[in-house]
Nanobody
Framework: QVQLQESGPGLVKPSQTLSLTCTVS??????????WSWIRQPPGKGLEWIGY???????YYSPSLKSRFSISRDTSKNQFTLQLTSVTPEVTAVYYC?????????WGQGTLVTVSS
């Protein structure tokens, strides 16, 4: 059973850098043909897909968010990360990591990130 767990700060101040980590257990993030995504849900809004990192290490971002986010991974820890610099209050959302791209079969529980001074 694959499990994903997000971790990171719950509160970030404006202009700071947001870093979130997704730790995967029950499967390797380098296993062929699996993709690992980040998704967010701002308060009162729908889910928004941010991007993925593939088993190969290739990365793809949503065109509307490409310039803002950065995805990377640490294969030795079986983790992948999401980073966003110079955050603004509009970044406030619940952030999820999940396996897949358009079809997401395993999800983390989500972590609320609030940007506020």
């Amino acid at each position: 059973q694959v499990q994903l767990q997000e971790s990171g700060p719950g509160l970030v101040k404006p202009s700071q850098t947001l870093s979130l980590t997704c730790t995967v257990s029950g499967g390797s993030i380098t296993t062929n043909y699996y993709y690992w995504s980040w998704i967010r849900q701002p308060p009162g809004k729908g889910l928004e897909w941010i991007g993925y990192i593939a088993y190969s290490g290739s990365i793809y971002y949503s065109p509307s968010l490409k310039s803002r986010f950065s995805i990377s991974r640490d294969t030795s820890k079986n983790q992948f990360t999401l980073q966003l610099t110079s955050v603004t209050p509009e970044v406030t959302a619940v952030y999820y990591c999940a396996r897949g791209t358009t079809m997401l079969d395993y999800w983390g529980q989500g972590t609320l990130v609030t940007v506020s001074s």
